[in-house]
């Protein structure tokens, strides 16, 4: 199985909204990742999961808070975003952060309105 | 901090036409991964090189890595519609991989 699952793939919220993304692999991949991708740019990447641990928060506005409950699994949890927050948020996962290719989910594309 | 600078953002060709994306790091990377991600879809890992100077083909796609392992290229030999998309190289420094800012490829009929 070299599948990241990522659902929902679509997902519609208000300003006043709480939702959570969620991201599923069983390749044993022991780093996590969150990227947020807007219109023709480049993945950029929110946050890092090392063994389950958050290793790297870059700079991200704590209306997003992840979560890694265990090695499998990472959410994304969304409260009072804003219309600009509107994006493709992608999960990826690899063997550890050191080495190897990230696996790269289809991505929620997500609309605050 | 790390970048990646590729180039050119945008290509168009002719079907049949042979197609090159180019990365550079301003520092040494570790190895460099390269990405599809076709209109609407995903990034989808392609390749990673990691030995100065190595070459790697997958049918008509080549990948190069610098002897410095500080740039990269892509070669597409004679484009087909289905290798539209943007293709994004991902370098790794120490530690995260920094991804460039993608070549869209457009291919007419």
């Known amino acids: 199985d070299t599948e990241v699952t990522q659902t929902p793939k679509h997902l519609v919220m208000g300003m006043t909204n709480k939702k959570s993304l969620k991201c599923e692999q069983h390749m044993g991949h022991r780093a996590m990742y969150w990227y947020k991708q807007k219109a023709k740019k480049p993945p950029e990447l929110m946050f890092v999961y090392s063994y389950e641990k958050l290793s790297i928060n870059e700079s991200v506005p704590s209306r997003f808070s992840p979560e890694c409950p265990n090695s499998s699994l990472l959410n994304l949890h969304l409260h009072a975003l804003q219309p600009e927050d509107s994006a493709l948020y992608l999960c990826?996962?690899?063997?550890?952060?050191?080495?190897?290719?990230?696996?790269f989910g289809q991505g929620t594309r997500l609309t605050v309105v | 901090g790390q970048q990646v600078m590729q180039i050119p953002q945008y290509q168009h060709v002719q079907e049949g036409e042979d197609f090159t994306t180019y990365c550079n790091s301003s520092?040494?990377?570790?190895?460099i991964q390269w990405y599809k991600q076709r209109p609407g879809g995903h990034p989808v890992f392609l390749i990673q090189l990691v030995k100065s100077g190595e070459v790697k083909k997958q049918k008509r796609l080549t990948f190069q890595f610098g002897e410095a392992k500080k740039n990269s290229s892509l070669h597409i030999t004679a484009t087909q519609t289905t290798d539209v998309g943007t293709y994004f190289c991902a370098g790794r420094g120490s530690y995260i991989p920094t991804f460039g800012r993608g070549t869209s490829l457009i291919v007419h009929p």
């Open positions: 990826a996962s690899s063997q550890s952060t050191g080495e190897g290719s990230a696996f």
């Open positions: 520092t040494t990377l570790s190895n």
